[in-house]
């Protein structure tokens, strides 16, 4: 899935979740219900996204295919792929995905560093108006959040979208927050030298660097 | 087309001299019928003057507050205490319920103040009530009632009888966001019957559930989102692989 005019802002979703491993586990959830079949898992793995996170069905055979190779679900015995190729999960599956929802969420760096690098950047750099850049991008997130506001209305009874849509409302609340303490921040400088506004911009970059 | 509000080239002055704040200067805002419009920004932008001044609560500095195609400083006070009493509904952080009157008495009190007789006004209270799915609530008193129903009573109040625009100031400061929610949804039903809504709050959550967002920075309006574009543009496939 992408986010067309969106792709500063991608979600870690985006990254992690669709094309990347949780597949697995979303797959092994919905074989935890009973067998299915390919095509029918992916129909099912979108309605219950709010088809938020489209998946193409290469994806889900490829994962799939996986899956039988770790011992994870068993297939039909066809030697045909394909939309009619049933597929069920076996006790080793079960195990792994009681392991994957206990285990927390992989501390990765969200994304919202980028605009944190950006606006740092901007500091010290001589006659960009940073109060109007953050206006920028809080116009952007604002945007997008109406949007998933509006999608959310739309679904009064479902409770799967609505957790959904929430989690990406709470990221981009939280980068909005952010944007707004920044504005505040640039705001309460002493009307800032080029200098001033540099080493403010060059410190915090020395020690997030240190930490990685 | 006449908007349900307008406000043009507005400006509030306080004090003067040295201390002279300008706390809005010359802001234009047009509100259409059935439409929600947030405005966003910090403590001190100016936002609450803004409401105040569109409510006509409060006289601006210069500029014309245009309620329903009349222009409010043309008005004699007594034509402006009516207007505010019959086509203006508030709602605020803390939801201002008066204690001693239940929920229905709460919701009619502006009707009857209006000059409606009491059983039509309590009718009218009724069905406000209902359409808030406070039905069952209309005797209580605001102390037998949450949180989130208190401001649900409090939006009942102020879109009761034939109110044409609602002004709500941070209407759901004091609650968790699933009864925040369920809020917005209330105030952009009423805005889909026909009032126009103006949400004055700092929070993107609740902003974001308003048809536009406009944004207040000193005194200035500085920028704002259109409307926005269908969910569809949400759900764009990914790349085929």
């Given at each position: ?7 500063e802002?991608?979600?870690?979703y985006?990254?992690?979740?669709v094309?990347?491993v949780s ?5 092994l959830?919905?074989?935890s219900?009973?067998?299915k079949?390919g095509?029918?898992?992916?129909q099912?793995?979108?309605a219950r996204t709010?088809e938020v996170?489209p998946?193409?069905i290469?994806q ?11 011992g994870l ?6 030697e045909?792929d394909g939309?009619q190729k049933?597929?069920r999960?076996?006790?080793a599956?079960r195990a792994?995905?009681?392991e ?18 950006k ?10 108006d940073v109060?109007?850049?953050l206006?920028?991008h809080?116009?952007r ?11 959310k209305?739309?679904a ?7 957790l ?12 909005i ?6 504005d505040?921040?640039?705001?309460r400088?002493?009307?800032?030298t080029a ?11 020395r020690r997030?660097?240190?930490r990685r | 087309m ?6 043009r ?6 004090g003067?001299?040295p201390?002279e ?8 805002l047009r509100?259409?019928?059935g439409?929600?419009?947030a405005?966003?920004g910090p403590s001190?932008?100016?936002?609450s003057?803004?409401?105040?001044i569109a409510?006509?609560l409060?006289?601006?500095t210069?500029?014309?507050v245009v309620l ?5 400083s043309r008005?004699?006070r007594?034509d402006?205490?009516g207007l505010?009493?019959h086509s203006?509904?508030?709602?605020f ?8 009157l ?5 919701v ?9 007789g009491?059983r039509a ?6 069905e406000?009530?209902g359409r808030?799915?406070?039905?069952e609530?209309?005797d209580?008193?605001?102390d037998?009632?949450?949180g989130?129903?208190?401001?649900r ?7 009761v009888?034939e109110?044409r625009v609602v002004?709500?100031?941070e209407p ?15 105030l ?8 126009a809504g103006?949400v004055?709050?700092h ?6 559930w308003a048809?536009?967002?406009v944004?207040?920075?000193?005194g ?8 926005p574009?269908?969910?569809?543009s949400l ?7």
């Open positions: 899935m992408t986010f067309p005019q969106d792709t802002y991608a979600t870690w985006e990254r992690e979740w094309v990347g597949v697995r586990h979303a797959l959830a919905l074989l219900e009973g067998p079949y095509l029918q898992l992916r099912e793995f979108e709010g996170w998946l193409n290469g889900v055979y490829t994962t799939l295919q996986r899956l039988e190779r770790d679900v068993e297939s039909d015995d066809t045909m939309p049933g597929f999960i076996t006790s599956g792994e995905l009681d994957w929802l206990r285990t927390p969420p992989e501390d990765t760096v969200p994304p919202r560093d980028e605009l944190v690098i606006v740092l950047v901007a500091l010290g750099l001589p006659g960009v109060p109007e850049l206006q920028v809080r116009h997130l604002v945007e997008l959040m109406q949007r998933y506001t509006r999608l209305e739309d009064l009874e479902d409770v799967g979208v609505a959904v849509v929430d989690a990406e409302i709470f990221r981009l609340d939280a980068m927050r952010w944007l707004d303490s920044a505040a921040r640039v705001r400088l002493p009307a800032a200098v001033n506004a540099a080493s403010v911009a060059s410190g915090p970059r997030l660097g240190a | 006449t908007a349900a509000l307008e406000l080239r507005v400006s509030k002055d306080f003067s001299g201390t704040v300008h706390a809005l200067r010359e802001v234009d509100v259409e019928a439409e929600l419009v405005v966003m001190g932008s100016g936002k003057t803004l409401l105040t409510g006509t409060e006289e601006p210069s500029g014309d329903g195609g009349r222009e409010v008005m004699s007594n402006r205490a505010r009493r203006v509904g508030y709602v952080q803390d939801f201002n319920l008066l204690a001693g239940t929920a229905v008495e709460n009619a009190l502006p009707l009857e103040l209006d000059g409606m009491a006004a309590a009718r009218s209270g009724q406000a009530l808030m799915g406070l039905a609530q209309a209580r008193y605001p037998e009632l949450s989130g129903e208190r401001q009573v409090a939006i009942a109040r102020a879109v009888g109110r002004l709500a100031d759901t400061g004091a609650l968790d966001s699933v009864n925040g929610e369920a809020v917005m949804r209330l952009r039903a009423a805005c889909k019957r026909g009032v103006v004055v709050t929070d993107a959550q609740l902003a974001s048809d536009r967002v944004f207040l920075r000193d200035r309006v500085v920028d704002q989102t259109g409307p574009p269908g969910v569809e759900l764009a496939p990914g790349p085929s692989s």
